[in-house]
């Protein structure tokens, strides 16, 4: 059984920075490019970043330069820091299968940029 589970999430300052991780089990992990999506209050789930199982990163215009993905095939664990945040980043993040993410969602973990 699938299961993902997202940490890291906060209040942070414009300009802050916060690492987000994803724990991922059941076995999907090692074989496939993982992303991590954010949904803003109102607004529909994005892409903001996702990378394959060999490490190539591919990013939403609007993250570059400032977020970065990574992951541990050996942990199962998918990492995004996230630099230079601004308000408008202010979003639940999760992770999931990308680009084409399962029925199934963990809970996410918010992310707040605000002064």
């Known amino acids: 059984q699938v299961q993902l589970v997202e940490s890291g999430g906060g209040l942070v300052q414009p300009g802050g920075s916060l690492r987000l991780s994803c724990a991922a089990s059941?076995?999907?992990?090692?074989?496939?490019?993982m992303g991590w999506y954010r949904q803003a209050p109102e607004k529909q789930r994005e892409l903001v970043a996702e990378?394959?199982?060999?490490?190539?990163?591919d990013y939403e215009d609007s993250v570059k330069g400032r977020f970065t993905i990574s992951r541990d095939n050996g942990k199962n664990t998918v990492y995004l820091q996230m630099n230079i945040l601004k308000p408008e980043d202010t979003a639940v993040y999760y992770c999931?299968?990308?680009?084409?993410?399962?029925?199934?969602w963990g809970k996410g973990t918010l992310v707040t940029v605000s002064s």
């Open positions: 999931n299968i990308a680009p084409a993410p399962l029925n199934y």
């Open positions: 059941g076995g999907i992990f090692t074989i496939t490019t």
């Open positions: 990378i394959t199982v060999g490490g190539r990163a």
